[in-house]
């Protein structure tokens, strides 16, 4: 089965707003297979649709050791959280080699479909409650150095527009 690309920040791609799933059928289980060997490979504790350019609510997640613990979480949706926040350094597959701290709250209940097109509601907090906020900002559009400041941001693009650059060029010679 195919590892998928992952978009690199500050690709406009990133911004796209995924689209709902209106049916969870075979292609959705293939997209969620493909999303979860992309994540193993790339040795992340999550993946949005959006950083592999597939523009629907899907979102995989495995914030366990042992990588034993793979969950698809399909339309999710926030539907409570905690007032409480916490800061957790965060780093995504997207924006390589920055780690950054993020204040979110600190846990969230959330509703999704998995799938099997069942209905699931849980409360996540810890990693997990991270993570899940972190992939559905991927979802709307949204990356974690938006919550950092102008000059972090501008600094952050200018690294990675500059390692892009070199790697077009290493792939050229
Ligand atoms: O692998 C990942 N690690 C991580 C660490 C702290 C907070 C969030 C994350 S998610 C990230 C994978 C990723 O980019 N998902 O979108
Ligand atoms: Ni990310």
């Known amino acids: 089965m195919p590892i998928l690309e992952i978009l690199n920040y500050p690709d406009a791609r990133l911004r796209t707003v995924a689209k709902p799933v209106t049916q969870v059928d075979d292609r959705i289980r293939q997209i969620v297979k493909d999303m979860a060997e992309t994540m ?6 999550g993946l949005a649709a959006t950083q592999v ?21 399909i339309n999710p949706e926030v539907i409570s959280s905690s007032a409480q926040t916490k800061v957790h350094q965060e780093g995504c597959l997207s924006v390589p ?12 209940r959330i509703r999704c479909l998995d799938e099997n097109g069942e209905t699931q509601e849980f409360e996540a907090d810890g990693l997990l409650s991270v993570c899940i906020q972190h992939e559905m900002d991927h979802l709307q559009g949204k990356v974690f150095v938006d919550y950092l400041s102008r000059l972090r941001q501008s600094r952050i693009q200018a690294r990675l527009q500059k390692q892009s650059r070199i790697q077009a060029q290493t792939a050229r010679a």
């Open 97 to 108: 080699g920055v780690y950054d701290e993020v204040e979110r709250p600190d846990l969230v």
């Open 53 to 73: 350019n597939i523009h629907e609510r899907i979102i995989v997640v495995d914030v366990t050791e042992d990588r034993n613990g793979l969950r698809a979480l």
């Open 40 to 45: 193993y490979d790339a040795r992340g504790i």
